[in-house]
């Protein structure tokens, strides 16, 4: 999106519905162009967790989650809040 913030829509019921949430915590962090993945991990007991990650306005990997069971449709954007990967020496 325009703000620097990744936008994302949902597949439900066979269609894609015209709606388009922005990610909470995204805003102004993610430059144009930025590389970006996400993936469904799903655990033993059969809930996912969406997780995110992308690369921030400060070059390391930024890294958010979200569950996929019982969020209601008003708070698809709301993932976790982001975790920054730096490198370290060690």
Not at 37 to 62: E, P, Q, R
């Amino acid at each position: 999106m325009g703000n620097g913030a990744l936008a994302a829509k949902m597949y439900k019921d066979n269609a894609w519905p015209p709606d388009i949430y922005v990610i909470d915590g995204t805003s102004g962090n993610v430059p144009a162009g930025s590389s970006f993945a996400t993936t469904a991990i799903t655990d033993t007991n059969g809930k996912s967790t969406v997780l995110l990650a992308y690369i921030a306005v400060s070059g390391f990997v930024n890294i958010q989650t979200r569950n996929t069971t019982d969020v209601p449709l008003s708070a698809l954007g709301s993932f976790s809040p982001r975790v920054e990967v730096v490198e370290t020496n060690g």
